[in-house]
């Protein structure tokens, strides 16, 4: 398969008082074209962080150091600021977490969507402008109406649809989504994860979903990347990882899920994740882990190849 | 027989034109403590019933009994011994403490407020004995400030707080909606504990079917205002009987190998304006009726622990008003 976005060797530090702080550690992964990778893990454990890197949105403090990502064979860090601002939303675009705040609340949904075309050097006449948003709204599951409306005026899962159209109104090859759903409630997140796959499948492009919820990872994508103290400590096809997961805190995350199957079978992670300035030696999720003995102390595990396909950041993987 | 601790009799809230909850009676009888878990989406009124019962909101008909005595019409006297049975725990363990002080602070201030305690030594006990009964370690926690503890950890705080106050009833409203999944099954495993270990009842308020499921008793399954199906939580997701609670149920996507969940959407019947005279659920509902949409339909009992509002269920007898807690069972209670 080919590789539509490559991420190699990725670094996020954000400069703190007492040192650097790794977000992001030396994250490498290819995501094929047409695929649907998901990256799972407990807040602050770098998914979020890496997501805004691939698209070079790092704010100071933060700065990316080291790493390449590259899109279709093109080479990011060699865009200069005005190539990045192009390529993002045109190739690589970003559904944001929490829709209700990264609609602009004083503009009319055409007005954004107007904004996006300007920005990057669409030009349309009035009439093919009116056209292009209502087959876009329609895309989305939106009716043509809503164009004219305020963010205000709209739900929950119809400002999510919103987001989704401006998303894919450039046809980008990549969809990023950052929790696209952890504010709606089940039924409508049902609707939208639909929208999203099935505009996904006639654009033909690639989706990373970023979450937590590993009952949307199972149902929604074909490999997951699971990411804790900044690092990509296991990657899979999601059958693998749901029969067999390789890393300990693989499972523990899939446990830590309630099940509608039994009762009282809901567990947390023990202890709490740990502070990325103040990691624990060897590997990091030792202190919690129920496997760990001396080595995991002492020796930080490498990512390596446990079958093909398949990685994992475990001595006993 | 002694009055029941809470009684709402027909309680409603309206919102100018909107009805925010519609015509709920239920009796919270602390003498069978329980886990009663309300779920619904954004605007079905849970979080309203929640205010209503908290005292917070007046009804905007009908009315809440304590004890026996109108809400409304409460004594000074009755009215502090309604806070110190009825505790809270709310959404956001972040916004609720005052960042300058430690969090001692919000354990010590309703020690004070109440005289729980003749001693300060004697106020310590009672405030470590709390932590413990949440799974905390007091050393871990007092003298530290907010920022220093996690939200799982402020949260259980607040718990504790609420514990310290020895209550008969705890209303908690999404306590865990804002705490990272790991540390879910914590928290509300401390809130197990409570009506387990000291009997205190609780109703939770959530829009997460599979966490009320893991911690509840029973269930109240609310939808725009009105309450869908309620009963025993084991009957109630094993074999929902309300269309709209066998949507919510099917709509939870599952770890499973099995890829069932995204479907071709079809026609989404989601979003239209609810009828107002008819059942709230008829323009989603795939089963519905000509008299759904003209009348609403009335709790039905269709087992002896679970009652359901649709037609479907006409046969079995209507639920008498208030009647709604001769349904619900207390705490491991076999049906």
Redesign the interface.
């Known amino acids: 398969m080919n590789a539509i976005l490559k991420v190699e060797g990725l670094r996020v530090e954000f400069d703190h008082a007492l040192g650097a702080v790794k977000a992001v550690d030396d994250v490498s992964f290819a995501l094929n074209a047409g695929e649907r990778l998901g990256l799972a893990g407990e807040s602050g454990s770098g998914k979020s962080t890496m997501a805004l890197a691939i698209l070079r949105m790092i704010k100071p403090p933060g700065r990316i150091v080291a790493g390449r990502v590259s899109l279709d064979g093109e080479e990011l860090s060699a865009l200069d600021h005005e190539g990045m601002r192009r390529l993002r939303l045109a190739g690589i675009a970003m559904v944001p977490q929490g829709s209700m705040n990264s609609l602009n609340p004083v503009m009319r949904i055409k007005a954004q969507l107007a904004d996006a075309f300007r920005d990057h050097g669409v030009h349309l006449s009035n009439a093919a402008f009116e056209a292009r948003v209502a087959e876009l709204l329609r895309t989305v599951g939106l009716r043509p109406e809503v164009a004219t409306l305020y963010p205000h005026e709209l739900s929950g899962g119809m400002k999510q649809r919103a987001c989704i159209a401006i998303a894919i109104c450039l046809r980008p090859k990549v969809i990023i989504a950052d929790e696209p759903t952890s504010a709606l409630d089940v039924v409508v997140q049902r609707h939208v994860m639909e929208t999203l796959a099935r505009v996904q499948r006639d654009l033909g492009c690639a989706i990373i979903l970023v979450g937590h919820d590993m009952g949307l990872m199972a149902q929604f994508v074909d490999r997951l990347g699971v990411m804790y103290a900044g690092r990509l400590v296991e990657l899979a096809p999601i059958g693998e990882i749901i029969t067999r997961p390789r890393h300990p805190y693989t499972q523990a995350l899939i446990s830590s899920l309630p099940s509608l199957e039994a009762r009282g079978t809901m567990q947390g992670i023990p202890g709490l994740a740990p502070l990325l300035r103040e990691l624990p030696p060897g590997c990091a999720f030792h202190p919690r882990c129920p496997r760990a003995e001396d080595r995991c102390r002492a020796e930080k595990p490498a990512v390596r190849e446990v079958a093909p396909g398949q990685r994992a950041a475990c001595h006993f993987a | 027989m002694s009055a029941p601790l809470l009684e709402t009799r027909h309680v409603g809230k309206r919102y100018g034109a909107m009805t925010a909850l519609s015509d709920l009676s239920m009796t919270i009888d602390t003498t069978r403590p329980a886990i009663t878990a309300v779920v619904g ?2 605007g079905s009124g849970k979080t309203t019933l929640a205010r209503i019962i908290l005292g917070l909101t007046p009804p905007s008909e009908g009315q809440v009994l304590y004890r026996g005595h109108d809400m409304a019409g409460l004594s000074g006297r009755q009215k502090r011994e309604f806070r110190r049975e009825v505790q809270a725990v709310f959404q956001d363990p972040y916004e609720v403490y005052n960042p300058f002080y430690r969090v001692d602070h919000v354990l010590t201030t309703p020690v004070k407020n109440f005289g729980l305690a003749s001693s300060r030594a004697e106020a310590r006990t009672l405030i470590e004995g709390a932590l413990r009964a949440v799974g905390l370690r007091p050393e871990e926690i007092l003298g530290r400030f907010p920022h220093q503890l ?1 939200g ?1 950890q402020r949260q259980r705080i607040m718990v504790a707080r609420a514990v310290l106050m020895k209550p008969k009833l705890i209303v908690a409203d999404e306590p865990v909606s804002m705490v ?7 928290i ?2 401390s809130l197990r504990k409570l009506t387990d270990e000291m009997g205190i009842s609780i109703i939770y308020i959530t ?5 009320a ?2 911690v509840s008793d029973n269930i109240l399954v609310m939808y725009r205002a009105c309450v869908a199906e309620a009963g025993e ?2 009957r109630v ?1 094993k074999h929902p009987q309300h269309p709209y609670t066998q ?3 099917s ?7 099995t ?1 069932d ?5 079809g026609e ?1 019947k ?2 239209a304006a609810p009828s107002a005279i008819g059942c709230r659920f008829v323009e989603r509902c795939p089963v519905a009726m000509a008299k759904c949409a003209t009348t609403l339909p009335p709790l039905y009992r269709t087992e002896p622990a679970r009652a359901a509002a649709c037609f479907q269920y006409e046969a079995s007898p209507e639920l008498q008003a208030g009647a709604l807690d001769e349904v619900l069972v207390k705490a491991h209670e076999v049906v």
Request: hydrophobic content about 40%; cysteine-free; aromatic content about 4%.
């Open positions: 989406e954004s996690s799982g990272d999944a790991s540390l879910r099954a914590t509300l495993g829009h997460d079917l599979a966490t499921y893991q939580v084991e997701v949507l919510l149920i709509s939870i996507p599952k770890v499973s190998t890829r969940w995204l479907e071709d959407e989404q989601a979003a």
